[in-house]
């Protein structure tokens, strides 16, 4: 971790170790996962400020932001400093918050690895799980048709994201096993109105959602 000076704020620049993890949902959830290997994605927050108290409740992050750090003339853009702040943001861009899934299909059809693009910005632990939700979609591409599917291997892997990095970010033992129910909760929700006639697969989800309820934090 290193601080960086701003203009008047502090904020830690924080390397976060982002490896791939294997699929474990129905073939053709994705059509390309893992184009792109993930390994790392820095993660900014102002000093001292980072809140793990807030709630993984479904809505929309906020104080959430993925910063350019290069050019990029493919993406909708908005200033950073609308969406995150403490950071000292001036005339930094950052990726418009409503196209995350824009994203998504342009890095994946343009073959633009990520992290040579993007850092994220988030203050509080409801906006870093889903900041790193949603890094799992930019390498993993697929149609969003069984979006409770895809949304289960995006949850489970920001959520071992999270355990890997659990200390380095500040997050304690016992806000991550709350947090794990938080989205078990969010998937059994997204799988019982999406597979309401289909009891098989919903045995099936059953199943893999255990993945996410024997998740440990493992430092
Ligand atoms: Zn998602």
Not at 40 to 63: K, M, N, V, Y
Not at 172 to 193: M, T
């Amino acid at each position: 971790m290193h601080s960086t000076n701003v203009a008047s704020a502090v904020f830690d620049a924080v390397r976060l170790e982002t490896k791939a993890v294997p699929c474990f949902v129905p073939a053709g959830v994705f059509d390309a996962f893992g184009w792109c290997e993930s390994d790392w994605l820095q993660w900014q927050c102002p000093t001292g400020t980072f809140r793990e108290d807030t709630p993984i409740d479904g809505s929309d992050p906020a104080r959430m932001v993925f910063v350019f750090h290069a050019p990029c003339e493919f993406l909708p853009r908005e200033l950073a400093k609308l969406h995150a702040f403490g950071y000292g943001f001036d005339d930094e861009w950052a990726l418009a918050p409503y196209a995350i899934d824009e994203a998504t299909d342009e890095l994946f059809e343009r073959a633009v690895s990520p992290r040579s693009l993007l850092r994220l910005a988030a203050d509080n632990l409801n906006a870093l799980f889903w900041g790193l939700h949603d890094w799992v979609h930019f390498h993993n591409h697929g149609p969003f048709e069984e979006v409770a599917w895809t949304e289960l291997q995006c949850d489970f892997t920001a959520l071992h994201w999270l355990a890997r990095n659990r200390s380095r970010v500040g997050i304690s033992e016992r806000r991550f096993g709350a947090l794990v129910q938080e989205v078990d909760e969010l998937a059994a929700e997204r799988f019982a109105s999406a597979l309401r006639d289909r009891p098989l697969q919903r045995e099936a989800a059953r199943q893999q959602r255990q993945l996410i309820r024997n998740i440990e934090s493992v430092n």
